[in-house]
């Protein structure tokens, strides 16, 4: 029980010490910005561990984090190797060529408005389409590899990706698109001058949204079909031997994955749309 009294202190004292700083005279700066996550994470990690351990909870059903942490470091190689199979292999490159087509086939759709009465409505079918249902399917059509999960991936992100772009490449004003034909513009220098530009939050909102749905697909794939490798393959496998500290590290191999994935997305967004008003505070 003394335990449990130090979780409740803990997290007391990491929610007074975070309110402190977030409503404090340097709460804007970005040193504040960072710490407030920091020390939220923290404490919850502590709160975690104390709290595990003072209520004695089996390690079956919730391990402490220290016991993640060691059975993370224990199995460092072989997770590298799940990461490479699942992640690079597997989610990867079923986004890139999943994002790319969807792109590809929002230009086409843009140009014909059969395209766009057909295909649309159909985007809205798939995407309704249950994975655990679609998977096993592709698992049986591509094998057991990296291209049977990367083919999830591909049905996964293609329609997400294709509705927010051809949103995108509608989101111009009648005005803007007459003051291009009155320069005697082409289809394709309007596209490239006017549409895509203004197309760009929309496109990086549906690359955000397929970057996590890309990594659930592929996880996932993994449980109806994988060789000895992989994140999903590994909780499966682990999940049967009740060796709950592998289970939670893979999961922790995703999640920093995720992160690390939709980071860039982010960024590169930032970068490339850094005059839109999202970023410049305005509306």
Not at 32 to 41: D, E, M
Not at 56 to 81: C, D, E, H, R, Y
Request: glycine letters at 10%; aromatic letters at 10%; a positive charge.
């Amino acid at each position: 029980m003394t335990l449990v009294i130090l979780a409740l202190l803990l997290w007391v004292a990491g929610w007074g010490l975070n309110v402190v700083l977030a409503n404090g005279p340097a709460r804007d700066t970005g040193a504040v910005k960072l710490a407030v996550p920091l020390i939220f994470g923290a404490t919850v990690l502590g709160v975690w561990e104390l709290v595990v351990r003072g209520l004695a909870v089996p390690t079956v059903i919730l391990p402490p984090p220290s016991q993640i942490a060691a059975s993370f470091a224990a199995n460092l190689p072989l997770l590298w190797g799940d990461f490479v199979q699942t992640i690079l292999k597997g989610a990867v490159s079923g986004y890139v060529i999943g994002c790319g087509a969807a792109f590809l086939t929002a230009l086409l759709v843009d140009r014909s408005e059969y395209l766009r009465r057909g295909l649309l409505p159909l985007g809205n079918f798939m995407a309704a389409l249950p994975i655990v249902g679609t998977a096993p399917i592709l698992v049986m059509w591509f094998g057991f590899g990296w291209q049977s999960k990367a083919a999830v991936v591909v049905l996964m992100v293609f329609f997400p990706m294709l509705v927010n772009t051809v949103a995108g490449l509608s989101d111009t004003k009648a005005m803007q698109r007459d003051l291009m034909r009155t320069y005697a513009a082409s289809w394709g220098q309007t596209l490239l001058k006017l549409r895509l530009p203004a197309a760009l939050p929309f496109i990086f909102n549906g690359l955000k949204i397929s970057s996590t749905l890309a990594l659930i697909g592929a996880i996932v794939a993994e449980f109806f079909g994988s060789p000895t490798l992989g994140l999903g393959f590994r909780i499966s496998t682990s999940i049967g031997q009740l060796d709950l500290g592998m289970v939670w590290s893979a999961i922790l191999v995703a999640a920093l994955s995720g992160t690390a994935f939709y980071g860039l997305v982010a960024l590169a967004e930032r970068r490339m749309t850094f005059w839109h008003a999202s970023f410049r505070g305005g509306r």
